[in-house]
């Protein structure tokens, strides 16, 4: 389904990144896939260097840098067939409260890809600073197919 | 178990409130619910701006929002059997560092709610920023019963 | 397979300390363990009042914090057969950006104590305060044997 719909969509996969220190991608627990939090290529504070749109677009740039490095780890995307949590966390300017806009840029993608079954319970927070700076960082955690076990 | 108890400390839940953004309220994997993040009705820094006594009062506010919107997607709390872990986030002014005596405000009407299986594991942080610039924000995953799956 | 480790690498467990809050040092959910966020000793703001070695060390010493407190819950850590996420908040300057250095401290002890399957999925994010004005605070999802359900 997802790698079916990345296609539809002209999404093309990037080389997927190895982690920078001594953590995985993503692990798998049963039915559930833990997946590492990953930063933005974009850099910067958002609210002062970035603007709101510029973060949203990072947004959903990171989660297909992130959508690499899963189907680096499973082998394949199709395995996948829920997304149950995401957490979003933006380099924020003191005054900058408009965190969920941003990160709607991850979750319409997810729904792009999934469906209903691509809507999640999420958290989006701001946070004083990511590493290297990045201007967004996101986590999930996802279900997998029964068979994947 | 849980409705009675609201009923029991006259508590009432008030209408949900829709996410402002394309994410669920809560969503269930298996026998866990995966709560979004939610904000407090309370705006402002505490440590500056609110007292802690009012961002543990925020934060008991937040969690009856909270069940309001678990009721609106599970038709009934009475499936809540547990709570797993909680998570909250303080606007924090620079020096303020008393997070779980603010966040204690939910844990203990989780308590109030569900006795021993309402303890729960939790993580208390102190952010710079949060949506709508509200004092504090709450997320979790609660235990369901087993019939409910 | 931990206590042993432990014993090899010459670590003794701290008596554990009490949460100081309403909330739990962790619980079980089936197969998972969530444990509670825990804050190091080292108070201090990493970037300025702290370097990034002496963080990193506190990152490692809390673990151990962490595997005393597991111990007094779960009665023995042989039950741990695998870490699914850990989440590393570290009290950052502005201009701070190596939180993933940080957090390796803690990383790398899990690998000492459990080899591969001590290997796991992992965000580390910059935050403006923690509890007690901590240094560094660790959360994490852990594994259990089927038998200790």
Redesign the interface.
Known sequence: MIEQQLRALGIELPVPKT?????????R????L????RVSELRGEVGTDVSRDEAREAARLTLIDILAIIRADLGDLDSIV??????G?VR??????????V??GA??LW?ELLGEPG???????????????AAV?L?M?L?LSQSER
Request: hydrophobic share 35%.
């Open positions: 982690p920078v220190a001594n953590y995985l991608g993503s692990k627990a049963g039915d559930l833990f997946v590492s939090g829920s997304v149950e949590k995401m957490n966390f924020s300017s003191p005054t900058f409260t408009e965190q969920p806009y990160i709607d979750s319409d729904v809507r999640h319970a999420r958290t989006a927070t701001g946070v004083a600073q990511l590493p290297f700076g960082q986590e955690v279900g």
